[in-house]
């Protein structure tokens, strides 16, 4: 795991946290939600498949949203999401276990849970369809995958470059999130995608995460190869229905 002087403090911050955050002592089994068929549904609509995220705040924003996180799930939902991510780290990003665990049984689409997961018994913090790894903040990649599975999780592998693309391919991987956001620096850069998704095999889903903010943003990275959109920020500023409805109608 990198936690190396290279990273930016919040993110240092963050994934001391994660180490010493309590697990549960019971194990979580799941019967998912497919994110694949979400995805290829919303195609089928006519719809960009967009991942809307449940975000009250983050090192990377400015204020928090306090709304209801069900309320704004459902306007998400409404506004054509094909699937929901929902944060559930405390002590940066506003989110909680409880949160997932109320919009999940809210809505019918797939729900992800965004956190920094670096040993299995941290799976057990909630039911969830998808769950997410770092590849850059996990020893045993290989091993969360199959810990993860064998609770039924579908999973989300994020990466930044190329090698960290082949290791988690190498690792079975076949939904892969290209994150813009470099965590060196904090800083983003749609060429990211355009840099890492052409090394991606084409049967590995590619979801484009950070940075998305426009439909201008969504056709550039629909065009890079990106199969769907993680979005955050752009969607939880301001009307949440509207905004998603303007990503997915790009």
Not at 102 to 128: G, I
């Amino acid at each position: 795991m990198d936690t190396g002087s290279e990273l930016a403090p919040p993110v240092r911050s963050i994934l001391r946290a994660a180490e010493t955050r309590a697990t549960p002592d019971e194990r979580v089994d799941v019967r998912p939600r497919s994110l694949p068929d979400a995805l290829a549904a919303a195609e089928a609509d006519g719809r960009v498949p967009v991942i809307a995220e449940v975000k009250p705040t983050s090192p990377t924003t400015d204020g928090e949203r306090t709304d209801d996180p069900v309320a704004l799930a459902r306007e998400m939902v409404d506004g054509g999401a094909a699937a929901l991510s929902v944060l559930t780290e405390p002590e940066h990003f506003g989110g909680s276990p409880e949160n997932l665990r109320r919009v999940r049984e809210a809505v019918d689409v797939p729900v992800l849970r965004k956190d920094f997961v670096l040993r299995e018994e941290q799976f057990d913090a909630v039911a969830a369809d998808v769950v997410l790894l770092v590849v850059r903040f996990v020893d045993d990649l290989d091993g969360l995958l199959a810990a993860a599975r064998e609770r039924g999780f579908q999973v989300l592998v994020e990466v930044h470059t190329r090698e960290e693309l082949r290791e988690a391919v190498d690792a079975g991987a076949d939904v892969v999130g290209v994150n813009n956001r470099d965590l060196a620096r904090l800083d983003v850069d749609l060429g990211t995608f355009e840099s890492v998704a052409p090394d991606a095999p084409d049967d590995v889903t590619l979801v484009a995460e950070s940075g998305v903010s426009t439909p201008g943003d969504v056709r550039r990275m629909r065009e890079a190869g990106a199969d769907a959109l993680l979005v955050g920020s752009a969607i939880m500023d301001g009307d949440v229905a509207a905004n998603t409805r303007r990503l997915v109608n790009a």
